[in-house]
């Protein structure tokens, strides 16, 4: 958890979208300089079992936890390669994003997921919502994120998430 992935506008968009999916779950991994001060957000926005802080996991946990998503969202702004988003689109996950860094060159708008811009817990709030309302785009996204990361040759995480996850 560091200040570039900008989880407090992912812990904003949390507040916003129970007001509007009230069954509606964020499961945060990881840890870093801004847990506490993402634990306290956490507590003055009332989020209560809306946002679980899973802290640092294993892989195989991971796994699960992408098995068990309906999506992904991450709003960093500031990302290289951003394998944590591969990662993701090879488990089949659409993913809500930023427009930010090399974001885009990964995640494709409306393609492999929904990118907003950044800094914006309103328009993540907005992309979650279309994707948790509408699973037919969800899966189509998701699809799509898979046959992404498979020309990135990166298809051996995909099975090896796979392999874990039913394991």
Do not use: W
Request: aromatic share 4%; proline share 5%; glycine share 8%.
């Amino acid at each position: 958890m560091y200040p570039r992935k900008r989880l407090q506008d992912l812990l904003h968009a949390a507040a916003i979208l129970r007001e509007r999916i009230p069954a509606a779950r964020v499961r945060i991994v990881g840890e870093g300089p801004e847990s506490g001060r993402l634990r306290t957000l956490h507590a003055t926005l009332g989020l209560g079992e809306t946002v679980t802080f899973l802290g640092d996991i294993s892989r195989q946990a991971l796994a699960v936890e992408y098995v068990g998503a309906d999506c992904f969202c991450l709003p960093t702004v500031q990302e290289g390669f951003g394998l944590v988003f591969a990662e993701a689109m090879a488990a089949g996950l659409a993913v809500v994003a930023c427009r930010a860094a090399a974001v885009p060159e990964i995640v494709e708008d409306r393609r492999t997921g929904l990118l907003v811009n950044r800094e914006s817990p309103e328009e993540l709030a907005m992309a979650l919502e279309t994707l948790l309302t509408n699973p037919g785009l969800r899966a189509a996204l998701g699809a799509a994120g898979a046959a992404r990361v498979a020309a990135f040759d990166l298809e051996p995480i995909a099975r090896r998430f796979v392999e874990i996850a039913v394991a």
